[in-house]
């Protein structure tokens, strides 16, 4: 008995069709695989702890707190942030011990650090422009005006120098000036940060003469008359840039992070109103978490929401 035609043809376009259908539902579930694979490595980089490493100075103590609440808000679950010196800091990033930072430099006073372990970390981008460092006494100290100034005046400052921790790459910068200048008869004193404003203020209440390590962006700028020294030889060098910097591999593993730190940038008018709330009382997490809430677009420009 032979097959009747028109039975064959509708078989064969059944079989096609539900091959067709077997196919598109295969294509669908292996979309649905892919997009969900994109929503987990996603997701699971929001959940990877980020490593933020700074040095104790205000301006980076306000950075720092910022981003950290920044990240928080893109979502990040696990932003942690530790202080180290100068060196440790460089040497984390170069180990992968930290992520990344915002507290570098550059091109003078991180120099030496960069020299060593540049070719390890990878420079993400500027973050603040125009910072420079030096030595500064009260504008009430009228015969000083140069860093030359101080030689012949050595008694009037009880030979020392304030300066901060003596790992920071501007005492590294003033034992040179020290040599550059003939400051023979001064000793460049460690303290940290806070000691060096605490003896600044000290000296000012009681109108006595005080040099200092300092640097702008800082909230004694706005709160006291000061005067940088001039350096006609250059020690400190020109007005340099803070920039962000990375452990290698980070924009591979963590792209979305990576972004975030590409777009962080700011002004010394944004970062100096998180120092003044840090000195007038406010912890640096509240302080950070002010900012963050009085400058939405900023932070939505960062993120990357904008």
């Not at 700011?266 to 950070?288: K, N, R, Y």
Request: one cysteine or more.
């Amino acid at each position: 008995m032979k097959p009747n035609k028109k039975k064959l043809k509708s078989l064969f376009i059944a079989g096609l069709v539900l091959s067709l259908f077997i196919f598109g539902a295969g294509c669908a579930d292996n979309g649905e695989e892919a997009h969900e694979e994109g929503e987990i490595s996603a997701e699971s980089e929001f959940n990877k702890p980020v490593s933020i490493g700074y040095v104790l100075w205000e301006g980076e103590i306000a950075s720092t707190n910022v981003i950290q609440q920044v990240l928080r808000q893109a979502g990040y679950t696990n932003v942690e942030i530790l202080a180290v010196d100068a060196g440790p800091l460089y040497q984390g990033l170069a180990s992968g011990e930290f992520d990344f930072t915002t507290s570098s430099w550059l091109p003078l006073t991180h120099a030496s650090y960069w020299n060593t372990y540049g070719d390890k970390i990878d420079s993400v981008g500027v973050n603040l422009e125009d910072v420079r460092i030096g030595l500064v006494v009260p504008s009430y100290v009228e015969d000083v005006n140069t860093i030359g100034d101080l030689n012949g005046n050595s008694v009037m400052f009880d030979g020392e120098i304030v300066g901060i921790d003596p790992g920071a790459g501007i005492m590294q910068a003033t034992e040179n000036a020290i040599d550059v200048y003939n400051l023979n008869d001064y000793t460049l004193v460690s303290s940290s940060s806070a000691g060096m404003t605490a003896a600044l203020q000290r000296a000012i209440v009681n109108e006595e003469p005080i040099v200092v390590t300092l640097w702008s962006p800082h909230w004694a700028f706005n709160r006291w008359d000061l005067k940088y020294l001039e350096d006609p030889e250059g020690v400190y060098g020109e007005a340099e840039h803070v920039e962000t910097l990375a452990r290698e591999g980070l924009k591979e593993d963590m792209p979305n992070l990576y972004g975030i730190l590409e777009r962080f940038a700011w002004t010394h008018e944004d970062i100096q109103s998180v120092m003044l709330d840090i000195e007038a009382g406010m912890t640096a997490e509240e302080a950070a978490a002010k900012w963050v809430e009085n400058n939405p677009e900023k932070v939505k420009e960062w993120i990357g929401e904008e």
